[in-house]
């Protein structure tokens, strides 16, 4: 960790990690950047102001420009900390659409984002149009390689369970886990040929379609499959699964995850061009 000199000779406290907080710091950095990546989008900066006021201020769009930029400011130096993330969201899908429109890389602008938040020490991360809690890049590979998959029901699920895990208001793990499990469902029943195929029973047709692993890993989804199917678990019907914790939901969203593009680069030698 590169510290600078106050902090390296503690005449200031060193930052640290900020996960469900934000200081002034952060919010100002993200004030500016948010203000002046809508001002480059020269002959659409009006357009994009009036689009925040319909869409997510939900003001009316007979006020001028600086009144929306006021706004803009309050949201991010004095709204709560989520709010202010659901607000960088919203305003960076539109910065990308523009780029896309204007046919220029989005890229710098997400990396600028995320020096931002690395720089002031924010648990969170740009990633994959959401804002997420922060992981190592492995991990966020892996999950990225798998929504961006050629399996339209495998990148749902998983998805699906991206946005439960990254809610920063009102997390929902529970769904998230049982979207991440069923992503692994999913790729299963697409190897095997039945839509609806329980995970269990699919896992056991695998070697039988041309995908041949090891015992102990069937063994182990299995068994994750049965934590989320229990008496105690999220898939049961009519039982509220209230005990998922944020590292329950993140070790599934990994694990299903990893376990998928496996699945997927096994059966893909198996397909004959």
């Not at 948010?34 to 939900?58: C, N, T």
Request: hydrophobic content about 40%.
């Amino acid at each position: 960790m590169n510290y600078n000199f106050a902090e390296r000779y503690g005449y200031v406290e060193v930052k640290v990690m900020q996960y469900e907080s934000m200081d002034d710091d952060l919010r100002m950095r993200l004030l500016n950047f948010v203000l002046m990546h809508i001002r480059k989008v020269q002959d659409s900066y009006e357009g994009i102001l009036l689009y925040l006021a319909k869409e997510y201020f939900l003001v009316s769009i007979d006020r001028y420009s600086y009144e929306y930029e006021e706004m803009i400011k309050n949201e991010i130096l004095n709204e709560n900390w989520y709010k202010v993330y659901s607000f960088i969201e919203f305003v960076m899908k539109l910065i990308v659409s523009y780029c896309i429109k204007y046919k220029v890389s989005s890229k710098p602008i997400i990396d600028e984002l995320n020096r931002i938040l690395e720089v002031e020490k924010a648990g969170y991360k740009y990633f994959s149009n959401l804002i997420v809690p922060i992981t190592n890049e492995e991990e966020l590979n892996s999950i990225n390689q798998t929504i961006n998959s050629k399996y339209d029901s495998v990148n749902k699920h998983i998805s699906k369970a991206l946005q439960f895990y990254s809610n920063r208001e009102n997390p929902d793990y529970e769904n998230s886990i049982k979207e991440s499990i069923s992503g692994v469902e999913a790729i299963c029943c697409i190897i095997v040929g039945k839509d609806n195929a329980v995970l269990s029973s699919a896992l056991d047709r695998l070697k039988s379609n041309g995908v041949k692993i090891h015992q102990a890993q069937i063994e182990a989804f299995k068994k994750l499959y049965g934590y989320t199917s229990d008496e105690n678990g999220i898939r049961h019907a009519g039982i509220e699964f209230v005990n998922a914790s944020f590292e329950d939901a993140k070790f599934m969203l990994i694990s299903c995850s990893s376990f998928i593009n496996y699945l997927i680069v096994k059966y893909e030698k198996t397909i004959v061009i």
